[in-house]
């Protein structure tokens, strides 16, 4: 076989060359950056003062950072979105995939929350927890169960603040996921199905031995999705909360933003930015290598 001309290969360089300076300008370019400011003293004006690896050591160890807190919190809803978040999102597939009537009615609007600007979202929940005209407090008067309303509201009283700062993050996302499952149970091949059901399969059996295992790459990329974006979720929790009250739904891009912008302490802000790609990389890893070794068993 001849080998393909200098010239080929130079217009596939031509061609991929445009894409590749704007992946290097707009991720690559900036993780360096943030490397290297996370490796200074800097206010964002003065020149920075290298300091090595003392942002790291006042980061883990400096309780008016907390950073601690902020990781528990980012990992307790990277929990609640692999244990209860993608269960229900591929619960909601599998009866779509049924086609029951009104299928694509039911597909948009459990999607349309994606849709939806977060601050929108946000402004909408408010409206929810609100203490005196919420729905939910209204609802729970109504039921005789006014009592359990916190007196601060459901976002101001520590002990609910987390929780249902929570709740609009795993609801809002629930379509997409489904969306993605959803997608992918319409590719499993229905003789698969016709022979299974032939054999006496139940549907609860198909959907366990053949339509799970078939759909294992999107629920890997699914999985992926819910931990990396519980880790880096920022959006709902500001407009919401901004971390409060007292820090009590503090993640870690709250905790940036407040270093950075408030504090002008770059040099830290960027060393919890260098910090969360390196957990969102190792994450990504640890679930393609358990996915890989189910596979193989």
Known sequence: MSKRPFSYKLNIFVFLLPALILFVGVLIAPIILSGYYSLTEWNGLKTPVFIGLENYRELFTSKSINIMRALKNAMLLALLSTFIQLPFALWLALKLSKKPRGERVFLSVYFMPVLISTVVIGQLWLKIYNPDYGVLNLLLRSLGLGNLAPVKGWLGDKKTALWAAFVPILWQYVGYHMLLMYAGIKGVPPELNEAAMLDGCTEGQVNRYII???IRPILRVSVIFAV???LKSFDLIYVLTNGGPNHATEVPSTLMI??????NRYGMGSAI?????????VFAVLINAVFKEEKGR
Do not use: E, H, Q
């Open 228 to 230: 990396t974006g519980s």
């Open 212 to 214: 799970i295992p078939y």
């Open 273 to 281: 930015a260098v910090m969360l790609i390196i957990l969102c990389f």
């Open 258 to 263: 407040n270093l950075l912008f408030l504090r």
